[in-house]
């Protein structure tokens, strides 16, 4: 009786379109797992990247130094060296084209600013949307399995004369693996995408407090 309940063994003698279900949510969760991997290396790197500009932006204050350094790639570039090379370079060229015009100076540089931040916010947040569909739509999908398996145990009980514990119990365990499949792929995508949403959160906060801090400085200096 336990080798008949054994995880593979009713895998193994599930129906088709159970077993069709199991793998569809075995690859979500494959999907889930490289998709959270991937993730954590691209925002641990984001985070770097962005202290360390801060640190040099900060630190050299050299604004036309450091924006001629990363534009010849001799500072480690970012999602914020992106932003501020963005806003640095519309500065200039509109200090060119209108000298004297502040205001126009500063709009050219925040819409820059701007548009460079929705970019790097849009590469940052990609397939986090994958994230939040599997761990809503898994369990769901688990579920069809699992009463599709139960119905299938139940039709079988037709063609025996008396039912028993143990003609019952391996139909509806091969069943119940589909939602604890499903549980098994929903769970840490919900978890990561929980804790990435919350991370991008603090990025997209730094990055806005970074474009106004700059605008301020810009500001100082095209006066």
Known sequence: MHSELSILSLIANASLLVQLVMGLLLLISLGSWTTIFRKIFQLRSARAATEQFEGDFWRDRDLSGLFQQIRDGKRSSGSLARIFEAGMSEFLKTR???????????????RSMRAAYQREMDAIEANLAFLASAGSVSPYIGLFGTVWGIMNAFRGLSNVQQATLASVAPGIAEALVATAIGLFAAIPAVVAYNRFAHDIDRLSTRFDTFIDEFLNILQRQAR
């Open 96 to 110: 060119q084209q209108k000298p004297g015009d502040v205001q126009a100076m500063l709009d050219g540089a925040r």
